[in-house]
Every structure is written in structure tokens, then in C-alpha cells.
């Protein structure tokens, strides 16, 4: 998979050289490139804002950069490959989940177009609908200053999803939301920590009691702090949790 970000804070996107996601860029497995909007630019001043036609507080992000940039990326598009697909950070964007992790984890190349200020302006949005597939996604109802926050999120999300990116793929299965229910509880030695024991049926090599304990913690945990996925869940509306890449 390859990966675009473009954004006027590159440095924001540090992060992604580290760890899993750092390992597979080196291993091959995830080609991902951070662009700085500023280098679209051709005045002096390198600038990418302006005030808001209808007056307002703060500034909106000049069109021209962001389509001399999107441009290029759609460039670099090798032939037949699919349409890339943006991804526009929002607070009114379409809500990432994990089911949203596992669609986009099957896409050829995504572009990520990292807001700041107030955003970027409308007709980028409309003018890239003829170049990508368009998805303005929200992280998550509150606002952050810009989107580099929400990339870096999605992006682990989605990469760690790719072959070869987590060294056991089993444990992508019993994880939160994978298959519409919290996780269960874990826990490693000592068995007993500050007159704390670790439950039983853990220790027991019961492996069908495990089993169904850790269904009813799943049960349990979500009932208790998410009962709205178990609306979800008892609708039988899973997300996509079978599939293998
Ligand atoms: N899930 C999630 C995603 C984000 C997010 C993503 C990208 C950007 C780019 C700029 N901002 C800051 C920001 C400040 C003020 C407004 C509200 N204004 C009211 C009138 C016009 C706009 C919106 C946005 C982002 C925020 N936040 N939360």
C-alpha cells in the first residue's frame, strides 16, 4: 500500500518512523511519503491561508496549493492501479471505526490531506472528486487544532492491519471492535499482585472455560461502557472482523 500525507506541520508526522508502522516502511510493506503543502506554493511568503469570504474568526486554507499537491500525488499513480482514495480529516467528516480501518487497509493508495486554521477550502473537496475517491472522516466528536492528529491514528489503525505488520495476525482478531465488543480483560505474573489474584479460569488450562469467560467479560464490559455497540452487535451488524489479507 502507498500512503500520501500532505500537510504544513511534516514534522507532526514524525511518529510514523517509529515502531510497527516505522518497521514496515523500512520492511517494504507500507510505502508511505509526508509532503509539505508549502513546497506547492510560488509566492515568497509560501502562503497557504487567507481570511474567510462571509467574514468569521480565523483563517481558511487557500485552494491552488492543496490542487498542485493532490495533483502531484495522483501523478505518481502507477497505471490501472485503482482510484486512490482521499481522506480529509473533518469534525464533519464520516466517523473512522475499526470496520473503516479494515476497508481502507484493502485500498491500493491513500491520500491524506491534513486541515489547519478554520480548513481548507470547499472547492479543493469538489475539485478532487474527479481525481479520488473522497472521504471527509471525523476522528471523533470533538475538534482538534488540525488533522495530523486523526492521520496518525488512522494511519496506525489501518497499517497495522497489513500483512506482515503485526507479527502475530491472531491477535488482530480478539481485539476491541474487531468483532463489535470491548475486549476482555488481561493479565500476565505475578498471579497475585498487592492481594490482587489473577482470576481462576485463567490458571486453569481450561482452554473452553477461557474461552467462554472471556466472551462474558466482552459481554459485560460492553454492556457496561459502550451500550450502544450492543445495540449494534445484537442487530448483527459486525464489522468486518473475518476477513484476511
Ligand atoms: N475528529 C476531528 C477532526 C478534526 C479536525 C480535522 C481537520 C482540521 C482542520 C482544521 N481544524 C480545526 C477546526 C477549527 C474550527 C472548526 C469549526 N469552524 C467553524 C466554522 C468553520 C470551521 C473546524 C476545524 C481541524 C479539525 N477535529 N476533530
Redesign the pocket.
Given at each position: 500500500m502507498r500512503i500520501d500525507v500532505v500537510s504544513i506541520f511534516p514534522e507532526y508526522l514524525a511518529p510514523l518512523e517509529l515502531s510497527l508502522i516505522g518497521k514496515a516502511r523500512q520492511d517494504g510493506l507500507l510505502d508511505l511519503h509526508v509532503h509539505d503543502l508549502r513546497d506547492f506554493t510560488t509566492d515568497k511568503h509560501r502562503s497557504v491561508d487567507d481570511t474567510p469570504y462571509g467574514g468569521?474568526a480565523?483563517m481558511v486554507m487557500k485552494a491552488e496549493p492543496w490542487a498542485q499537491a493532490l495533483a502531484s500525488l495522483t501523478e505518481a499513480r502507477r497505471d490501472g492501479v485503482a482510484r486512490p482514495v482521499l481522506i480529509v480529516?473533518?469534525?464533519a467528516?464520516e466517523r473512522f471505526t475499526q470496520a473503516l480501518a479494515y476497508e481502507l487497509a484493502e485500498e491500493d493508495q491513500l491520500v491524506f490531506a491534513?486541515?489547519?486554521?478554520?480548513?481548507?477550502d470547499e472547492r479543493v473537496i469538489e475539485w478532487a472528486e474527479d481525481h479520488f475517491t473522497v472521504r471527509p472522516m471525523?476522528?471523533?466528536d470533538?475538534?482538534?487544532?488540525?488533522?495530523e492528529v486523526?492521520v496518525l491514528a488512522m494511519v496506525e489503525a489501518i497499517g497495522r492491519l497489513l500483512p506482515g505488520v503485526v507479527g502475530n495476525p491472531d491477535s488482530l482478531v480478539e481485539e476491541s471492535h474487531s468483532d463489535g465488543l470491548l475486549e476482555y480483560p488481561v493479565y500476565t505474573k505475578p498471579a497475585s499482585w498487592r492481594e490482587r489474584d489473577v482470576p481462576a479460569v485463567l490458571l486453569s488450562g481450561n482452554h473452553g472455560k477461557i474461552a467462554q469467560w472471556r466472551r462474558h467479560e466482552q459481554y459485560r464490559r460492553t454492556a457496561e461502557r459502550r451500550p450502544d455497540l450492543l445495540e449494534t452487535f445484537d442487530a448483527g451488524k459486525l464489522p468486518r472482523a473475518d476477513r484476511t489479507f
Open positions: 468569521g480565523g480529516p473533518s469534525p467528516g491534513c486541515g489547519r486554521y478554520e480548513g481548507i471525523s476522528l471523533g470533538y475538534v482538534l487544532n488540525g488533522g486523526a
